[in-house]
C-alpha cells in the first residue's frame, strides 16, 4: 500500500450489489478526527452505539449491568471508539448512486445499515489489524 491515503481505494457493493462506492484510507489526522468526535459526543452524553442495549437493560430491571458476552463483542467490535459518520464523510470517495460524489445531505440521510457498512470498510482498508483476531495480530508481530 502507498504511504498516502488518498493512494489506496478500494470498490465495495452497496445495496445488495445494485450499487458499488469507491472508499479511500483515511488519513492520519482523519483517523484521530473520527476518534475524538466520538470522545466529544461521549463526553457530552451522545453515544448512540451502546445506548439501545443500555437502556434495554434499565427497562428490563437488569440496570446497566453488562454480561461478560456483551462486553467481549463491544471489544472486538473495530469501530468502537469511532464516529461512523466522520469515517464515511472522510472516506466515501465516490458512489454509483446518483451519478458520482456522495454529498454531505446524502451521507446523513443513509440508513444505518449503510453508514455500518460503509465505515466497516473503510476502517478495514485503514487499519486491518483492527479485524484480526488476536492469534492473527500475535503471528503478525511475530513476522515483523
Known amino acids: 500500500m502507498a504511504i498516502f491515503a ?7 457493493p452497496l445495496d445488495g450489489g445494485a450499487h458499488t462506492a469507491t472508499i479511500r484510507k483515511l488519513t492520519g489526522r482523519e483517523y484521530e478526527r473520527a476518534q475524538a468526535d466520538h470522545l466529544r459526543q ?6 448512540p452505539r451502546v445506548w439501545a442495549v443500555a ?4 427497562l428490563s430491571g437488569d440496570g446497566a449491568n453488562v454480561t461478560a458476552r456483551e462486553l467481549a463483542d463491544a471489544h472486538a467490535d473495530p469501530l468502537l471508539g469511532f464516529d461512523r459518520y466522520t469515517i464515511v464523510t472522510a472516506g466515501l ?3 454509483t448512486v446518483d451519478g458520482g460524489t456522495p454529498t454531505p445531505d446524502q451521507i446523513n ?4 445499515d449503510t453508514v455500518e457498512t460503509i465505515a466497516r470498510a473503510i476502517l478495514e482498508l485503514s487499519k486491518p489489524s483492527l479485524f484480526q483476531s488476536a492469534a492473527e495480530r500475535d ?5 515483523d
Open 42 to 47: 461521549f463526553v457530552a452524553g451522545h453515544s
Open 109 to 112: 440521510d443513509l440508513d444505518d
Open 6 to 12: 488518498s493512494q489506496t481505494t478500494a470498490t465495495i
Open 93 to 95: 470517495v465516490a458512489w
Open 139 to 143: 503471528a503478525a508481530k511475530k513476522n
Open 55 to 58: 437502556l434495554r437493560k434499565i
